[in-house]
Nanobody, 121 residues
Framework: QVQLVESGGGLVQAGGSLRLSCAAS????????MAWHRQAPGKQRELVATITNRGSTDYADSVMGRFTISRDSAKNTIYLQMDMLKPADTAVYYCNFRVYSDYDILRYDYWGQGTQVTVSS
């Protein structure tokens, strides 16, 4: 089991910045894929950014160049630095840790409780 606790959400004006954190505990040795997702009211949850245990990153087009995902392995924590925030970025943000097998089969899927980010215009 893996437990995830997010923090860092809040209210910010458009153009501002926030940094989200996701601290993991438990059996994280096998985790090889970490990500941030978000869900705005009335919309489906969408993938925002990913980072693998090898440090490879990927981003949704809507946040490319504004958001940065990173990790601190010593602290078992991932971060999402969000700059140049827009009202469209308003959502509940969730961190997600996954374990994929050698054949890219999803074996375990863990989610945090979510943290609210609100960007005012």
């Amino acid at each position: 089991q893996v437990q995830l606790v997010e923090s860092g959400g809040g209210l910010v004006q458009a153009g501002g910045s926030l940094r989200l954190s996701c601290a993991a505990s438990g059996d994280i040795f096998s985790v090889n894929h970490m990500a941030w997702h978000r869900q705005a009211p009335g919309k489906q949850r969408e993938l925002v950014a990913t980072i693998t245990n090898r440090g490879s990153t990927d981003y949704a087009d809507s946040v490319m160049g504004r958001f940065t995902i990173s990790r601190d392995s010593a602290k078992n924590t991932i971060y999402l630095q969000m700059d140049m925030l827009k009202p469209a970025d308003t959502a509940v943000y969730y961190c997600n840790f996954r374990v994929y097998s050698d054949y890219d089969i999803l074996r375990y899927d863990y989610w945090g409780q979510g943290t609210q980010v609100t960007v005012s215009s």
